[in-house]
């Protein structure tokens, strides 16, 4: 006989008189006295069945649903853990979007200020243009007591530091007590129109260069045109920079103290002609003449 003809006349023996009654009698050993019988037919033994695994699903079913079970089936997560991807996933966003920022400032800087290079509005590393904002017509918003500090600070001549802090006009640069980068003889001053931005202080060999002021490095390589130059971010965006070194003697991301070491006086970078330092001074973006707040005598 095949086995497929085995297995159909299997099936139907199982179900063949699923009605009729068995008697299952529980005897005493010693004594062959029936303590206990049953009467089940098949029919009752697969319901009998068939209740208790519904009944053995369903409480399984309801206790991961009431405990904790239900956050180790894969793919759920409990509520505090979607709450938290949300907290994530708002945080990544500001930090690629601060990411983004500080990449646009610290190439426009290195560009800008460090190699002397001009920029226009085509420039990939400048910042996008808002489409939302009509920059064409924004509206004036400025107070009448604003109006007249403007006007009154336009007619203020640049570095004048004695009338504008009388008149109250100005508490940012003129605020700082500057500690002089090393001493020396200027032998070429500042002259914006000439785009030379800083001075160039002739110094002693091997002589040790200072940070004029707290703060953090934030540029500490070698460039082509400045040789070995370092730069420190100070508080209210005022930036020092220090060009032509022969060895610098702080890193990136250095936190500096008005006075500690950062370089050592050298004549690197294509723009020397001798031993010195060019020492540059930026507040609110703009370069501003050094002899100005320092003396080098």
Request: charged residues 25%; hydrophobic residues 40%.
């Amino acid at each position: 006989m095949s086995a497929k003809k085995q297995d159909k006349n299997l099936i139907k023996n199982i179900f063949s008189n699923i009605h009729f009654k068995y008697k299952i009698v529980v005897t005493n050993e010693s004594t062959f006295e029936e303590a206990l019988s049953f009467r089940l037919s098949r029919m009752n033994i697969f319901m009998l069945f068939g209740v208790v695994t519904i009944i053995s699903i369903a409480f399984t079913i309801f206790m991961i649903w009431i405990t904790p079970l239900k956050e180790y089936i894969p793919g759920y997560a409990s509520v505090d853990e979607v709450h938290q991807v949300y907290i994530n996933q708002a945080k990544i966003d500001s930090l690629q979007k601060r990411y983004e920022q500080e990449v646009v400032y610290r190439e426009n800087f290195r560009r800008r200020i460090l190699l002397g290079e001009d920029l226009d509005e085509n420039d990939s590393i400048l910042p996008a243009i808002s489409d939302d904002i009509d920059y064409d017509n924004i509206p004036d918003v400025k107070t009448e007591r604003e109006k007249q500090l403007r006007k009154e600070w336009d007619n203020v001549n640049d570095y004048d530091l004695v009338y504008a802090n009388n008149k109250g006009l100005t508490k940012g640069i003129g605020r700082f007590v500057f500690y002089t980068p090393v001493h020396g003889i200027i032998s070429n001053g500042f002259d914006a129109e000439k785009s030379h931005f800083g001075i160039d202080i002739i110094c002693k060999k091997d002589e040790t260069i200072k940070s004029t002021l707290d703060g953090r490095v934030i540029f500490s390589e070698w460039t082509y045109q400045g040789g070995y130059v370092i730069t420190i971010q100070h508080d209210d965006d005022l930036v020092s920079i220090y060009k032509h070194n022969a060895r610098l003697l702080k890193k990136q991301g250095d936190i500096v103290k008005a006075g500690d070491p950062i370089a050592i006086v050298g004549n690197t970078g294509k723009l020397t002609s001798g031993l010195h330092l060019h020492f540059e001074l930026w507040y609110k973006n703009s370069a501003v003449n050094p002899s100005d707040f320092i003396s080098f005598n």
